[in-house]
Nanobody, 123 residues
Framework: VQLVESGGGLVQTGGSLRLSCALSGGTFDDYTVGWFRQAPGKEREFVAAISWSGGSTYYADSVKGRFTISRDNAKNTVYLQMNSLKPEDTAVYCC?????????????????WGQGTQVTVSS
């Protein structure tokens, strides 16, 4: 299973970006998919996750109301729409896939990880 992220970039405070996570080499709707981020000098943190069916979504408190996670199983892709971006959102964002239905906010739950995409929010 391979995960490839895209859509990162440089944006001003208050701007928006949409990240994509494309999965290949597996049956897409077997997997819960999560997004995590890591800023320089900080630990990796949970951002959002979506169940295999798309029926359940989960968010970190820091992004709730600003970020929206969704999936298109026909395209084997999960999206993270990020609005009202803040400088503290600056980080490398990685998507991850889990087939075992473990705790979605815990990084070690996930079996497969992408390489990440950089998001930089300027003040």
């Amino acid at each position: 299973v391979q995960l490839v992220e895209s859509g990162g970039g440089l944006v001003q405070t208050g701007g928006s970006l949409r990240l994509s996570c494309a999965l290949s080499g597996g049956t897409f709707d077997d997997y819960t998919v999560g997004w995590f981020r890591q800023a320089p000098g900080k630990e990796r943190e949970f951002v959002a996750a979506i169940s295999w069916s798309g029926g359940s979504t989960y968010y970190a408190d820091s992004v709730k109301g600003r970020f929206t996670i969704s999936r298109d199983n026909a395209k084997n892709t999960v999206y993270l729409q990020m609005n009202s971006l803040k400088p503290e959102d600056t980080a490398v964002y990685c998507c991850a896939a889990d087939s075992a239905r473990g705790p979605v906010r815990v990084a070690r739950t996930y079996d497969y990880w992408g390489q990440g995409t950089q998001v930089t929010v300027s003040s």
